[in-house]
């Protein structure tokens, strides 16, 4: 694939732990396993995807908050030039938390899937007071100067759910809506139960499409095609990998060159999901 200047991947999502203190049911990195352990590792990580012209770290997991280091983390992806988010469930956040991420932090994204605590509990994601807690946490980011991003997966429970009233309550500067996304090997057993057509996709985004955000900006809609292998992603320990299947195809970051990022990931769907945008 011929890749040009102007096509060149600029973000990464690193799952630093397989950790996690929830248990979503349609997760599709729960055999994701271990865990980055030492600052060292972080930094050789870090300056790989510098020389790659990565511009933008998302620290995800697992939960990244399961992980000692991330704190951290952030601080030397954030000293190291790197526009630096995470991606959470939040329950492990409150104010106090948030304020270890003043200045260092420009991005937290707070995965909610429904606007109804019945129905994420169903999914496993908490045990009844996820949404509750995430309408509480929503005022301390704002309050901490960080940007606020919600990523919700539309599965079988919500994909007929009108949530832009509750989306405007929240206030999100980005909503990323995805659809079910099936790994084989990694979630095969929740494709029956919450597994969605891309017709039923499509029902979910002609109800919220016309809501915008408060910096303007549109919801972006990620079918499960699209997610496939288009994400620059890093195993715990610093390797590349793909989402195609499981046990993932991993390519070593010191042996990655950046002209080599587009035999790994496709580029092309990379830029057709709305990568690149305004996150400074």
Not at 76 to 95: D, E, P, Q, R
Not at 129 to 149: F, P, Q, R, S, T
Not at 161 to 187: A, C, T, Y
Not at 248 to 259: A, G, M, N, T, V
Request: proline fraction near 2%; charged fraction near 25%; aromatic fraction near 10%.
């Amino acid at each position: 694939m011929t890749v040009t200047s102007k096509k060149w991947m600029k973000s990464a999502n690193w799952h630093m732990t397989s950790h996690c203190n929830y248990r979503c049911t349609f997760c599709c990195m729960q055999k994701l396993t271990g865990d980055l352990v030492s600052l060292k590792r972080a930094r050789e990580v870090l300056d790989h995807l510098k020389r790659l012209g990565i511009e933008k770290i998302n620290f995800v997991g697992g939960e990244p908050m399961c992980n000692a280091l991330i704190f951290d983390v952030t601080m030397l992806a954030h000293k190291k030039g790197f526009t630096v988010g995470i991606t959470s469930n939040g329950s492990m956040m409150n104010k106090e938390v948030l304020r270890r991420f003043e200045g260092y932090v420009d991005w937290i994204g707070l995965s909610i899937d429904s606007s109804s605590d019945e129905i994420e509990k169903k999914l496993g994601r908490g045990n009844g007071a996820h949404v509750a807690h995430c309408n509480e946490l929503v005022d301390a980011i704002h309050e901490a100067g960080i940007k606020l991003k919600v990523n919700t997966t539309v599965t079988r429970f919500s994909y007929q759910e009108d949530m832009r009233d509750f989306i405007r309550n929240l206030n999100p500067s980005r909503w990323k809506i995805f659809q079910f996304l099936h790994v084989p090997g990694q979630n095969d057993h929740a494709v029956a139960s919450l597994g969605i057509t891309n017709e039923e996709f499509d029902q979910f985004r002609s109800i919220n499409n016309d809501i915008r955000l408060s910096s303007r900006a549109s919801p972006v809609f990620e079918t499960a095609s699209c997610m496939i292998d288009s994400y620059l992603m890093l195993t715990p320990k610093g390797t590349l990998f793909l989402n195609t299947e499981f046990p993932f195809k991993e390519y070593p970051l010191e042996s990655i060159q950046r002209e080599m990022l587009a035999d790994i990931v496709n580029v092309e769907k990379y830029f057709q999901r709305g990568a690149i945008y305004d996150w400074h």
